[in-house]
T-cell receptor, first 115, second 111 residues
Framework: DAGVIQSPRHEVTEMGQEVTLRCKPI?????LFWYRQTMMRGLELLIY????????DSGMPEDRFSAKMPNASFSTLKIQPSEPRDSAVYFC?????????????FGPGTRLTVL | ELKVEQNPLFLSMQEGKNYTIYCNYS?????LYWYRQDPGKSLESLFV?????AVKQEGRLMASLDTKARLSTLHITAAVHDLSATYFC???????????FGQGTILTVHP
């Protein structure tokens, strides 16, 4: 299996622009998680999905952030409009709790820089 | 609400020495995970601990779980430079699927 795939790996944009981050979970995994990592705040869970349905979005910082999962193999995290304080590494992870270990597998991350 | 705290947050070790990283969590959890993150990289799963008294070992790292004390430890034996990384613990609590992670422990091993 290719693991969790994220794109782009790096994104540099200007304040006010729309940013879309993409994630393809491991095939067969029914949970998908979006995290944000910064030096100041550490690793934060933004939102997670089960069977394509958002379960908990309490970590989404503002209405500027939105996430969708239109099917089992694709999810997006959108920031509109972006701000410099959104600069961070965004990780997507997936898991399959039904298999017992409930281990989360992380993608390589997208490093976002908002100028 | 489940809270996970790691101690210490920064650890500077000499090669060859032993040390332990502690992970405390605030509510019942029967699952505890340890991850490693190298600088600029993603998180990689190290250990999965699923029951009280569980112990897992891989090379110079050994992880254990005491669910009664709500404590997991990651013990490092005879540290080597290659172990330098950030280590995260994550607890499942009672939430199926979701993990709550600690702040991470930045480990630096010096010659």
């Amino acid at each position: 299996d290719a693991g969790v795939i994220q794109s782009p790996r790096h994104e540099v944009t200007e304040m006010g622009q729309e940013v879309t981050l993409r994630c393809k979970p491991i095939s067969g995994h029914d949970y998908l998680f979006w995290y944000r990592q910064t030096m100041m705040r550490g690793l934060e869970l933004l939102i997670y999905f089960n069977n394509n349905v958002p379960i908990d979005d309490s970590g989404m910082p503002e209405d500027r952030f939105s996430a969708k999962m239109p099917n089992a193999s694709f999810s997006t995290l959108k920031i509109q409009p972006s701000e410099p304080r959104d600069s961070a590494v965004y990780f997507c992870a997936s898991s399959d709790p039904g298999r017992g270990l409930n281990e989360q597998f992380f993608g390589p991350g997208t490093r976002l820089t908002v100028l | 609400e489940l809270k996970v705290e790691q101690n210490p947050l920064f650890l500077s070790m000499q090669e060859g020495k032993n040390y332990t990283i502690y992970c405390n969590y605030s509510t019942t959890s029967d699952r505890l995970y340890w991850y490693r993150q190298d600088p600029g990289k993603s998180l990689e799963s190290l250990f999965v601990l699923l029951s009280n008294g569980a112990v897992k070992q891989e090379g110079r790292l050994m992880a254990s779980l005491d669910t009664k004390a709500r404590l997991s430890t990651l013990h490092i034996t005879a540290a080597v430079h290659d172990l330098s990384a950030t280590y995260f613990c994550g607890a499942g609590g009672t939430s199926y699927g979701k993990l709550t992670f600690g702040q991470g422990t930045i480990l630096t091993v010096h010659p």
